[in-house]
């Protein structure tokens, strides 16, 4: 794992745990039961990200008062209303419409036969009456798959919340910093941007030549050579093409200062960059290398203007605390390859894998080994010496989920998630490039990828990351029936053709 926790690039979570007790209850339930749940959750996972509510059980709106102004005392930017038994269904929807980040709601759940007289919470019930409530106020929150569980279980609720609230803390002070236009023929990288205003995304939208103008004023930059040392310590034997590190140097300078001069009121930023077709004749050289390193800092970088593709990257980013990146979902693998080093050594189908692939701006930290070269695809059109810079090596086997939010040319939000892992297979071939195997992926391919209108870009997080991924979706908007995956056999796609 590649680490990103410590990034100023990304959002610090502190949840603020509020128990609730309805006046008819004993509110020692809640109490004791809200004790126990800070508990479980300090054995299990340490005292960083939470905060236990001290000041009151809320019964009432004044008492929904005094714990809202405690968590903003306390820095909390997310909530967990505890039912601790059936709760107030007014205060305890009021606290979560009053408080400026995401919530969350769980319930505890009863703990012995011994003691269902008195000690009786019934929060099961009252998880019913605290969602109608949320409904009827219009409130977003996060309820669990099942929400309601021991002081163990609430515990990993809990826990499993941190990242679902970090990448919408996130999205809400985000601003998207994009170099365009997008390329010539590149339709499938469209952004209607109407979508990112209703997520509370900004997006500064610039002009290549302004980019190239900030370019120009960082030559001559004294930080150019602790840059090319930092660059030639990551390349390592892989630095092929030595001569064009000054010139990577003065450009890593240049985003990183309009970053820093350009982020305005947001406190996180992710960058749609310009790679082609006049980048490399006026830039003299393909910016892969640094869009790789960026991305490895935790500021996400997309190709080809694909601001959406940014987007995706940021959510993973934030949900994974590691690195991410954007391929193309881009070739099929031969038969000869399936039949030699995939058929009887993994047991997926053949349509069930593919090649994803981009000029190499997958972070180092995420290849097996890596080395800096031309731009082999480019370089068929152009001089070869203004094609340098991209980071090319096969990516690393293990687990990924890919992912992308999209909207549509109509501006509808979209999302897909498909589970699966880069294989161990030598991919022969060349650029950030790897063997990806996802379940069912010839059907996704065909009703998903196809039937949907998706680009052929799709963000890769380096783990199995679907479940929360999906909750985020699902909070921020995206309708359900928009939120795809990749179904299992048997499942049918409303397109699909049953009798194929």
Same mark, same amino acid.
């Given at each position: 794992m590649s680490d990103l926790s410590n990034t100023n690039n990304l959002p610090q979570v502190k949840i603020g745990v509020v128990a609730v007790s309805r006046d008819c209850f004993p509110e020692s339930l809640s109490v004791n039961r809200r004790k126990a749940l800070m508990e479980a959750y300090t054995a299990r996972y340490g005292t960083e990200g939470v905060y236990e509510c001290p000041v009151c059980i809320v019964e009432s709106e004044i008492h929904m008062v005094q714990a809202l102004e405690d968590i903003k005392a306390a820095g909390c930017n997310a909530l967990c209303v505890y039912l601790g038994n059936f709760g107030p269904e007014i205060s305890e929807t009021l606290l979560a419409k009053h408080f400026d980040g995401p919530a969350m709601f769980i319930a505890a759940a009863e703990e012995t036969q011994g003691n269902l007289v008195g000690g009786r919470g019934d929060a099961y019930c009252g998880m019913l009456n605290a969602s109608y409530n949320l409904k009827l106020r219009n409130v977003k929150a996060y309820i669990p798959e099942y929400p309601v569980g021991t002081a163990a279980e609430c515990a990993d609720m809990l826990h499993e919340f941190l990242p679902i609230a970090r990448a919408i803390i996130g999205l809400a002070d985000l601003k998207i910093i994009s170099f365009g236009p997008r390329p010539l023929n590149f339709l499938a990288c469209n952004a209607p941007i109407k979508q990112l205003y209703n997520l509370g995304v900004e997006i500064e939208e610039n002009s290549e030549l302004d980019l190239f103008e900030a370019f120009n004023k960082h030559a001559g930059d004294a930080r150019i050579p602790d840059k090319i040392k930092e660059m030639e310590a990551?390349?390592?034997?892989?630095?092929?093409?030595?001569?064009?590190?000054?010139?990577?140097?003065?450009? %890593?300078?240049?985003?990183?200062?309009?970053?820093?001069?350009?982020?305005?009121?947001? =406190?996180?930023?992710?960058?749609?960059?310009?790679?082609?077709?006049?980048?490399?004749?006026?830039?003299?050289?393909?910016?892969?290398?640094?869009?790789?390193?960026?991305?490895?800092?935790?500021?996400?970088?997309?190709? %080809?203007?694909?601001?959406?593709?940014?987007?995706?990257?940021?959510?993973?980013?934030?949900?994974?605390?590691?690195?991410?990146?954007?391929?193309?979902?881009?070739?099929?693998?031969?038969?000869?390859?399936?039949?030699?080093?995939?058929?009887?050594?993994?047991?997926?189908?053949?349509?069930?894998?593919?090649?994803? $692939?981009?000029?190499?701006?997958?972070?180092?930290?995420?290849?097996?080994?890596?080395?800096?070269?031309?731009?082999?695809?480019?370089?068929?059109?152009?001089? %070869? %010496?203004?094609?340098?810079?991209?980071?090319?090596?096969?990516?690393?086997?293990?687990?990924?989920?890919?992912?992308?939010?999209?909207?549509?040319?109509?501006?509808?939000?979209?999302?897909?998630?498909?589970?699966?892992?880069?294989?161990?297979?030598?991919? =022969?071939?060349?650029?950030?490039?790897?063997?990806?195997?996802?379940p069912q992926m010839g059907?996704?391919?065909?009703?998903?990828?196809?039937?949907?209108?998706?680009?052929?870009?799709?963000?890769?997080? $380096?783990?199995?990351?679907? =479940?929360?991924?999906?909750?985020? $979706?699902?909070?921020?908007?995206?309708?359900?029936?928009?939120?795809?995956?990749?179904?299992?056999?048997?499942?049918?796609?409303?397109?699909?053709?049953? $009798?194929?």
């Open positions: 990551e390349l390592g034997a892989g630095n092929l093409k030595p001569e064009v590190l000054p010139k990577l140097a003065q450009y %890593e300078l240049t985003l990183l200062d309009w970053v820093e001069a350009h982020r305005g009121y947001r =406190k996180y930023v992710a960058i749609a960059g310009k790679c082609w077709p006049a980048f490399q004749t006026q830039f003299g050289f393909v910016p892969c290398f640094v869009n790789s390193r960026l991305t490895g800092m935790g500021i996400p970088v997309s190709c %080809e203007v694909d601001i959406y593709g940014a987007l995706s990257e940021f959510i993973g980013t934030c949900v994974s605390q590691d690195v991410v990146t954007l391929l193309d979902i881009n070739n099929s693998v031969p038969d000869d390859m399936y039949q030699e080093a995939i058929r009887d050594k993994f047991g997926y189908r053949h349509e069930e894998t593919f090649m994803g $692939f981009h000029c190499g701006n997958t972070c180092s930290r995420k290849l097996a080994s890596c080395s800096m070269k031309y731009q082999m695809i480019m370089a068929r059109t152009l001089p %070869e %010496e203004v094609t340098q810079g991209t980071l090319e090596g096969d990516i690393l086997p293990g687990d990924i989920t890919f992912y992308r939010l999209q909207s549509t040319a109509d501006c509808k939000l979209r999302a897909y998630i498909a589970q699966g892992e880069v294989l161990p297979v030598a991919t =022969k071939s060349f650029g950030g490039i790897g063997v990806f195997a996802i059907r996704f391919y065909r009703h998903v990828l196809i039937e949907k209108n998706y680009p052929h870009h799709g963000a890769v997080a $380096f783990g199995h990351y679907g =479940k929360a991924l999906y909750e985020v $979706f699902k909070y921020i908007g995206v309708p359900v029936e928009d939120l795809n995956f990749n179904q299992p056999e048997g499942m049918l796609y409303p397109t699909e053709n049953p $009798f194929a």
